[in-house]
T-cell receptor
Framework: DVKVTQSSRYLVKRTGEKVFLECVQD?????MFWYRQDPGLGLRLIYF???????EKGDIPEGYSVSREKKERFSLILESASTNQTSMYLC??????????FGNGTRLTVT | SQQGEEDPQALSIQEGENATMNCSYK?????LQWYRQNSGRGLVHLIL?????REKHSGRLRVTLDTSKKSSSLLITASRAADTASYFC????????????FGPGTRLSVLP
């Protein structure tokens, strides 16, 4: 089974802080994704990566950046956290035609 | 606007009853997937139905797809309390895109 591990389940940060959300997968999947999930809005894609050092913007990339220096690790960076970035963040991976495999999520609160 | 929209937003049934959730989408799709999310956890893939399929079964799950109506339904038969979760449909718009579009989900409560 694919294991997708997000480093924190809960995170509380202050407005203006730089925040790193980490995601690690153990199945050598090429594609990795960051979504945010908000009530009533479903999941929205922030960024995805299809290879090391490669990234593509999703639907809502503003205020975020990503880093993929190694195949197994995909980091989401909030350069200067704001209260409207309080949300559940979900990392997912995919290989070929497989479905998405999700981590357990990081619930981020920005105060 | 969202590609997938689940209906109803919330559903409450008794254990043993069947639960039906619907998903509508707006544009042509390659396939449609259903995912389940237990409270505060990540999503887990349940079943995938391709655009050239009309019905698919997996255990107590039955998924139908009507491409003429741009809709899909997920039926859970003989529901159990452990089926309590949120259910999402997701569509991928083409063969090459990586962007899966998710609806807001249906929150199912199965009462013992």
């Amino acid at each position: 089974d694919v294991k997708v591990t997000q480093s924190s389940r809960y995170l509380v940060k202050r407005t203006g802080e730089k925040v790193f959300l980490e995601c690690v997968q153990d199945m050598d999947h090429e594609n990795m994704f960051w979504y945010r999930q908000d009530p009533g809005l479903g999941l929205r894609l922030i960024y995805f990566s299809y290879d090391v050092k490669m990234k593509e913007k999703g639907d809502i990339p503003e205020g975020y950046s990503v880093s993929r220096e190694k195949k197994e690790r995909f980091s989401l960076i909030l350069e200067s956290a704001s209260t409207n970035q309080t949300s559940m963040y979900l990392c997912a991976t995919r290989q070929g035609g497989s479905p998405l495999h999700f981590g357990n999520g990081t619930r981020l609160t920005v105060t | 606007s969202q590609q997938g929209e689940e209906d109803p937003q919330a559903l409450s049934i008794q254990e043993g009853e069947n639960a039906t959730m619907n998903c509508s989408y707006k544009t042509s799709i390659n396939n449609l997937q259903w995912y389940r999310q237990n409270s505060g956890r990540g999503l887990v893939h349940l079943i995938l139905i391709r655009s050239n399929e009309r019905e698919k079964h997996s255990g107590r799950l039955r998924v139908t797809l009507d491409t003429s109506k741009k809709s899909s339904s997920l039926l859970i038969t003989a529901s159990r309390a452990a089926d309590t979760a949120s259910y999402f449909c997701a569509t991928r718009l083409d063969n090459y895109g990586q962007n899966f579009v998710f609806g807001p989900g249906t929150r199912l409560s199965v009462l013992p």
